[in-house]
Every structure is written in C-alpha cells, then in structure tokens.
C-alpha cells in the first residue's frame, strides 16, 4: 500500500491459523486516515478539469487502501473496523518458516549484491515475523534493467 509520502509498501499477507490480529489497532487507524486523505484530495479537486488524470490514480489508491482495509478488518459495533484474528496455532510455524525462507534468499543477495543486501538488511525496510513489512526508505529508485 502506500505511506504518509505516497511510496508504495508492500506487506506481506496470508492467512496462517493462530489467534494473532492481523492488523494492530494503530495500522487500522493509519490506513484509515490514507483513505481519508485521498478522499479530501478527491473532493479539494473534484472541479478542476486539469487533475483529472490525478484524479484517476487518487481514486485508485482510494479503492486498494479499501479493499486492503475491508478485507483485513471486520465491522465492529460502534462502526469502527476492527481487527480480524488469525485463528489458531499455525501462525508461529508460518512465521518461521518465511524467516527461514527469507534469510536464505538474503544471504544469496549478499553474496552477489552487496548494495542490494545493504539496503534489504536494514529492519527498517524489511520486517518479517510477527508483522511483515517491506517499506522502502526515501529516496530509493528503483530502476528496471532490460537485457
């Protein structure tokens, strides 16, 4: 999804049996204020002709940051979405076995790309275990190599 600067972060989801909350109360609310930005944008621009291509990626945004929200939460009785719960015991294997998964292929990227390695090293940018999270720092541009 995207951060409070517009990058894009991706997170990696499944649906593993544990009873962990997929989503914490303080991302809930995150997304949930993304969601309201992008909508106050939308409407702020709603009359000018010469955003409409704006428009279109914002309304873009608007429906993955909903679809992302509905799909990981549920509606609580006050209205407020909630977080759905994992439901049992596998999510500590599931957890474990994408570290694994993960550290290997890291150490494969150290060996042949330092930089690379560097960058992915760094928990900042990416988080796995309980919660799994690739958010790039700013400034990273990445550039697509054609053979």
């Given at each position: 999804m995207f951060n409070n600067e517009g990058q894009l972060q991706v997170a990696l989801q499944w649906q593993p049996d544990s009873g962990q909350d997929i989503l914490d109360e303080s991302e809930i609310r995150r997304y949930e204020g993304m969601?309201?930005?992008?909508?106050?944008?939308?409407?702020?621009g709603k009359d000018d002709p010469s955003l409409a291509k704006d428009r279109d990626v914002l309304e873009v945004k608007r429906d993955e940051l909903l679809a992302f929200l509905v799909e990981h939460t549920k509606p609580g009785p006050d209205g407020r979405r909630l977080a759905k719960r994992f439901p049992n015991d596998a999510f500590a294997r599931q957890?474990?076995?994408?570290?694994?998964?993960?550290?290997?292929?890291?150490?494969?990227?150290?060996?042949?790309?330092?930089?690379?390695?560097?960058?992915?090293?760094?928990?900042?940018?990416?988080?796995y275990?309980?919660?799994?999270r690739y958010s790039p720092t700013k400034g990273i541009v990445w550039q697509e190599i054609s053979e």
């Amino acid at each position: 999804m995207f951060n409070n600067e517009g990058q894009l972060q991706v997170a990696l989801q499944w649906q593993p049996d544990s009873g962990q909350d997929i989503l914490d109360e303080s991302e809930i609310r995150r997304y949930e204020g993304m969601i309201r930005d992008v909508e106050i944008a939308l409407r702020e621009g709603k009359d000018d002709p010469s955003l409409a291509k704006d428009r279109d990626v914002l309304e873009v945004k608007r429906d993955e940051l909903l679809a992302f929200l509905v799909e990981h939460t549920k509606p609580g009785p006050d209205g407020r979405r909630l977080a759905k719960r994992f439901p049992n015991d596998a999510f500590a294997r599931q957890s474990n076995l994408l570290g694994k998964h993960l550290r290997k292929v890291l150490k494969c990227i150290q060996m042949n790309d330092a930089e690379l390695w560097k960058h992915l090293n760094d928990k900042d940018v990416l988080r796995y275990g309980e919660i799994n999270r690739y958010s790039p720092t700013k400034g990273i541009v990445w550039q697509e190599i054609s053979e």
